[in-house]
T-cell receptor
Framework: GENVEQHPSTLSVQEGDSAVIKCTYS??????FPWYKQELGKRPQLIID?????GEKKDQRIAVTLNKTAKHFSLHITETQPEDSAVYFCAASNGNAGNMLTFGGGTRLMVKP | DSGVTQTPKHLITATGQRVTLRCSPR?????VYWYQQSLDQGLQFLIQYYNGEERAKGNILERFSAQQFPDLHSELNLSSLELGDSALYFCASSVTGGNSPLHFGNGTRLTVT
């Protein structure tokens, strides 16, 4: 089955700096790659997603890039703010078996003011 | 508010007992997923249902079972509980079994003493 690895497990940045989180996946058939943000004690929330027919997608300070050949995708957060502090999860799905999303292990992002 | 309702919010029970967690998906969503999140851990996929039928199964223990009812709500049954079953259990729903975003409920925190 699909295996998603996420790095780094923790990331500390200064407010205003950029943060990059990287994920690799194993199943070349995977075609949907969402990112979720989970604040402490709360539910994961979708922040951005990308499908395999595009290489990059942006939404304000957040962008995701996808390299299908290398089977990796990344989350970029620019001009980080303290409220960006959370755990971020990447995930991958190939649409078979009913969209069984496989999640990465998570990255704890800490933005220091 | 994601529109996914999970009850109860908290559950405290003793080892060896059995509990039932309930999930009502967003209106219009046909797929329901269950995830387990242990303290400071990632999201472990348990099982997925689509329109009443089991669609995919992850690392779900034999002591655990689930079902989705005709009204699309789902229940996760955990039996012969062990201390290690203490975790946050999330339900999520999506429109179809394809590559559509998951919307998570607020979770049920299970504590086994």
């Amino acid at each position: 089955g699909e295996n998603v690895e996420q790095h780094p497990s923790t990331l500390s940045v200064q407010e205003g700096d950029s943060a990059v989180i990287k994920c690799t996946y194993s199943d070349s058939a995977s075609n949907y790659f969402p990112w979720y943000k989970q604040e402490l004690g709360k539910r994961p929330q979708l922040i951005i997603d990308i499908r395999s027919n595009v290489g990059e997608k942006k939404d304000q300070r957040i962008a995701v890039t996808l390299n299908k050949t290398a089977k990796h995708f990344s989350l970029h957060i620019t001009e980080t703010q303290p409220e960006d502090s959370a755990v971020y999860f990447c995930a991958a799905s190939n649409g078979n078996a009913g969209n069984m999303l496989t999640f990465g292990g998570g990255t704890r992002l800490m933005v220091k003011p | 508010d994601s529109g996914v309702t999970q009850t109860p919010k908290h559950l405290i029970t003793a080892t060896g007992q059995r509990v039932t967690l309930r999930c009502s998906p967003r209106s219009g969503d046909l797929s329901v997923y269950w995830y387990q999140q242990s303290l400071d851990q990632g999201l472990q996929f348990l099982i997925q249902y689509y329109n009443g039928e089991e669609r995919a199964k992850g690392n779900i223990l034999e002591r655990f079972s689930a079902q989705q009812f005709p009204d699309l709500h789902s229940e996760l049954n955990l039996s012969s509980l062990e201390l290690g079953d203490s975790a946050l259990y999330f339900c999520a729903s999506s429109v179809t079994g394809g590559n559509s975003p998951l919307h998570f409920g607020n979770g049920t925190r299970l504590t086994v003493t």
